[in-house]
Structure formats: structure tokens, C-alpha cells
């Protein structure tokens, strides 16, 4: 824990000396990125924790003033309407969001963005499992890339302001929680500036926690219904610590029955060595860099080798212009448009969607925002998935198998530490809507109700390259 904080302390001190000219191009933050700059990679010179989001002042703060978790009703988190949004789609599903207080002397509250399922009309959720989906980073919004990029309600057109429908949105199947996570992400905050530099797994985990038992006392209807926690790359983490703390603590009302991690950072060494591994057999970097690699631990050159290419998604488009667009080009949930970043950046920084939100209290710069330090980070979460999977928690492990930054190889060697024997064996799978019977990709599963499932030609938000 001390030595992953000290080399954070190390690379931050050797950013500062860069004076920021290491970088090239502005690159926008991603899902892993810090990650990846934090054990692997020369540190970038964008824009740090310090100097984005933390910068809310109290001035930001005085207009929203939300009343804590437990005098705040459901009702008041109904959200009736968004900007832009469909007139086909409103009230076709009720929406809530807001906040929900975890510490109350620090101050400490998260956000959260329910989308019930389609057809439930008002409020009522049915009978269908409530399912919690996490992003990454550390530091990405689970609203700005997960609800509005991945396999939320809508995505946002090019103008960023106009909202489509996406009619694979997960709610079909569930009731969809997102949660931003840890304070000082998305709208997530802290009056208690100090509490941003003290993130780590262990406080983002203990928060998460806090905030579920809160949150089901504003939403009592999902207490004991089937409970999922689900999400991709550095929630890798948070999703089966966040199981865990359920685990130790067997609260009556959350009724855990698996997660599900998608691309996610599971056990560093076989995940590191699973990237390179990637880049070698993606003819991404050279065979001498892949020798030095091995030979000499020498990572140098393959930092430089890829080139300026989407590494999240190895054969995507990169985005050529972050301008707006309006009137907005004409959208295509089938083939993600390598912009939408920039959309989403405009519309939730939009006062009008923060209001619908609930939302106006800090300001999000970014679906990303980076943390100067992070205090913990665990180097595995097998021992954990270990536990899951001994107290009948089912593991779906899923992989786009064309993101370069946690890749497909990375996930094997991972899962393959944990020995476990095949119950059926590796075979493909078909999309039974589309495609004919095309392959979708391949599937295994584990005795102990672990399955491995790889999403053929998607990147590292699989939702967003094969959203069907
Ligand atoms: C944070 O401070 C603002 C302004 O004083 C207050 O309205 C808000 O309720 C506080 N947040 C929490 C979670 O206590
Ligand atoms: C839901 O309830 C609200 C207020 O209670 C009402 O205005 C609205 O028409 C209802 N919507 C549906 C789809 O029943
Ligand atoms: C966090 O750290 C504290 C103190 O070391 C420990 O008691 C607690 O169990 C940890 N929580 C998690 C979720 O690991
Ligand atoms: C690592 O590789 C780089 C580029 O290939 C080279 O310039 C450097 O000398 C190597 N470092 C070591 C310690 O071998
Ligand atoms: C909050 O909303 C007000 C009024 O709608 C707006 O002027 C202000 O810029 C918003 N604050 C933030 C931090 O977005």
C-alpha cells in the first residue's frame, strides 16, 4: 500500500520538474489511464485532481445545498425530464438522481443515476434485479461514460444538448444504478477537500458500501431483491471489494447474487505482462521491444512503437475535431462516434442538465478527472473473487478483445492464476438477433460458477462497440 503511494508521490514530483512538457498532443483522460501512468508508463503532464475538479470553490456550492441521504425522498430524486431528451421516450421509464450522503461531518456524498426498466410506467420497478454498474479509472464518471457512452438510456448527439435513444440500454433487463465513485468523480464531492487526497481502494470501498445500505433506505423497494454489482477496467477493483465489504458485513437488505467485471485490472503482474503480450501479438510494437521487455523489463520503446492510436479500442477512429456540431450529424449506435467524449464533457457540464440532475453542486470538467494520489491500490483481487466464489457469488469475468490497455490476454493469464477447472469448455457464442448466427465471441466457464466471456471486435467499453 505505503510503496504504490510513494511511487504515486515519485512520478507526481517527476511530472512537476517536467514543468509539463513531456506531452505531445492534449490527450483526453481515460478509463485506466491513470492506472497506467501510475505503474507503468512516464507520467503525462495533463491536468491533475488539484487542479480540475477539486477546484470547486464554496461559491460553486451555495446554489445546490442538497439535504442529506436520509430527509431526502425518492420522490425528489425523480428526474421528470432531461434536457434534449426524446419526447417518444419521456415517462416511458422513471428516472432518479441525486445524492446520497456517506459522511456527514466530512460532508461526503455521491451521485447516483437510476434508470428503471422500460415499461415499468411510474415507479414501479418491477420485479427485475437492481443491477449497480461502476466505472473506472480511478476517476471516471460511471454517468459520463457508462449511462451516457455505454448501456444507459441515451447517448448524446454531436451538438452536445440533443439525447437519442439507445435501444440496447441495459434497463431492458434491469433496474440500472449508476454510482459515481470515490468522492471528487463526476458529481460525486466532498466539502472536505482533504478527503480527495486520500482516496484508495479501501475508502472507495468502505463509501460505495455506505452508500448502497443509504441509498436502499430511500428506495426500500429494492431491499432483498436480486442484487449485481457490475463494471469495467480499474472497477476491476471496485466491484469485487465493494461484494466483499457486503460479504463481511450481511446486510438483510442487499441480497447479492454475483458481478460481473468487463476489461478490468484484476492481478497487476499477469495483466501487465498480458498488455505487452497484446501489443507484440497485435504487431503494435517490434520484436526487439517485446525481447527487451521480457529480457530486460526495458518498457521504454513500447510507450513510443504504438503510436498515436486508440489503445482502448486497437482499430477505432480517432477523434478528429472535439468542436460541437450543430446541427447535430446524424447519430449511429452501431458504429460509436470517437468523439462522443467531448458531447458528453458539454452536455453534463450543461447548468440546465445539472439542474434536471440534482446535480448542481460541483462541476464536472470531465468524464475523467485524475487523482494527484491514490493511498491504495491492492496488486490483486484474486483472493477476493477466491471468496466470492466460495460464499456462491456467481463471476462473470467479460473482454472486448480489441482494447489494448486491459486486453483479453490480460484477463486470461489473470484467471488463470486461480486454477480453477473447466466445467465446459471454450467455445463461441452467437448473437441470436443479428448477424445470422455470427460468432460474438467465446465463452468458458469454471466450476465455481466463473465464467469468462470475450466480445468479439469490442474495445475497452464494450457497451459502445458492440452495444447489441
Ligand atoms: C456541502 O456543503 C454545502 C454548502 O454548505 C451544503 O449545502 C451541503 O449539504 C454539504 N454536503 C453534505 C454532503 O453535507
Ligand atoms: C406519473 O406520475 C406523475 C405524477 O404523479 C404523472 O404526472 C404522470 O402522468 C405519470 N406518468 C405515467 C406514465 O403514468
Ligand atoms: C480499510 O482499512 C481499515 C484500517 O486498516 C480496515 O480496518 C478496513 O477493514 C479496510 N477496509 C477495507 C474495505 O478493506
Ligand atoms: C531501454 O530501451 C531504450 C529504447 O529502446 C534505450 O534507449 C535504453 O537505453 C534502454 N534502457 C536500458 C536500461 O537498457
Ligand atoms: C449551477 O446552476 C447555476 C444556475 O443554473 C449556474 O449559474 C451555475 O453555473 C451552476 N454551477 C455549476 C458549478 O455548474
Known amino acids: 500500500m505505503k510503496s504504490i503511494a510513494l511511487v504515486f508521490f515519485l512520478l507526481r514530483g517527476a511530472e512537476l520538474r517536467h514543468g509539463g512538457g513531456v506531452n505531445k498532443a492534449p490527450r483526453r483522460t481515460r478509463q485506466g489511464d491513470y492506472l497506467h501512468r501510475l505503474r507503468w508508463s512516464p507520467p503525462w503532464s495533463e491536468s491533475t485532481m488539484e487542479n480540475t475538479a477539486v477546484s470547486t470553490t464554496k461559491t460553486d456550492r451555495r446554489g445546490a445545498s ?92 454531436s451538438d452536445g444538448k440533443t439525447l437519442y435513444r439507445n435501444p440496447y440500454s441495459w434497463n431492458h433487463a434491469a433496474n440500472v ?61 471496485y466491484v469485487p471489494q465493494l461484494a466483499h465489504q457486503i460479504l463481511r458485513h450481511k446486510p438483510p437488505s442487499i ?5 460481473m467485471i468487463g476489461n478490468a485490472v484484476i492481478n497487476d503482474w499477469t495483466d501487465k505482462k498480458g498488455m505487452y503480450d497484446f501489443y507484440w501479438t497485435h504487431a503494435l510494437i517490434s520484436d526487439d521491444t517485446a525481447d527487451a521487455i521480457t529480457k530486460n523489463c526495458n518498457f521504454t520503446a513500447a510507450t ?20 460541437l456540431v450543430s446541427p447535430p450529424i446524424t447519430p449511429s449506435i452501431e458504429s460509436f462516434d470517437p468523439c462522443t467524449d467531448h458531447y458528453v464533457e458539454a452536455y453534463l457540464n450543461d447548468p440546465d442538465v445539472q439542474k434536471a440532475l440534482h446535480a448542481n453542486v460541483t462541476r464536472l470538467n470531465h468524464p475523467c ?26 463471476v462473470w469475468v467479460y473482454s472486448g478483445d480489441t482494447d489494448g490497455r486491459v486486453p ?48 468479439r471486435g469490442a474495445g475497452h467499453e464494450v457497451p459502445s462497440y458492440q452495444p447489441q
Request: aromatic share 12%; charged share 20%; hydrophobic share 35%.
Open 255 to 259: 441480497n447479492l447474487k454475483g458481478i
Open 66 to 157: 442538497p439535504p442529506p441521504a436520509a430527509v431526502r425522498s425518492k420522490e425528489a430524486d425523480r428526474v421528470e425530464r432531461l434536457p434534449g431528451q426524446p419526447a417518444a421516450s419521456v415517462g416511458e421509464f422513471p428516472q432518479y438522481a441525486g445524492y446520497v450522503t456517506v459522511h456527514a461531518a466530512a460532508g461526503r456524498a455521491l451521485f447516483y443515476y437510476l434508470a428503471e426498466p422500460v415499461g415499468t410506467g411510474n415507479g414501479s420497478s418491477g420485479s427485475k434485479p437492481l443491477l449497480l454498474w461502476l466505472n473506472g479509472g480511478p476517476g471516471c464518471s460511471s454517468l459520463g461514460y457508462g449511462a451516457m457512452q455505454e448501456l444507459g438510456l441515451f447517448r448524446v448527439m
Open 304 to 323: 513510443e512503437e504504438p503510436g498515436d492510436i486508440n489503445i482502448y479500442n486497437i482499430y477505432a477512429p480517432m477523434c478528429q475535431s472535439r468542436k
Open 369 to 394: 478527472v485524475r487523482f494527484g494520489y491514490w493511498v491504495d491500490s491492492a496488486p490483486t483481487v484474486l483472493p477476493i473473487i477466491r471468496e466470492l466464489m466460495k460464499n456462491n457469488i456467481r
Open 408 to 455: 483479453v490476454t490480460s484477463t486470461r493469464y489473470s484467471l488463470n492464476q486461480l486454477q480453477l477447472p473447466v466445467a465446459e469448455k471454450w467455445r463461441p457464442w452467437f448473437s441470436s438477433t443479428k448477424g445470422n448466427g455470427e460468432v460474438g465471441g467465446y465463452v468458458v466457464q469454471y466450476k465455481g460458477d466463473l465464467s469468462l466471456v470475450t466480445v
Open 177 to 237: 444504478l449508476f454510482m459515481e465513485s470515490p468522492a471528487g468523480v463526476g458529481y460525486s464531492y466532498s466539502n472536505t477537500t482533504l478527503d480527495y487526497s486520500q482516496s484508495g481502494d479501501n475508502k472507495t470501498a468502505e463509501d460505495a458500501y455506505l452508500f448502497l445500505t443509504n441509498w436502499m433506505e430511500r428506495f426500500p423497494e429494492y431491499k432483498g431483491r436480486d442484487f449485481y454489482v457490475t463494471g469495467e477496467s480499474y472497477a476491476g477493483h
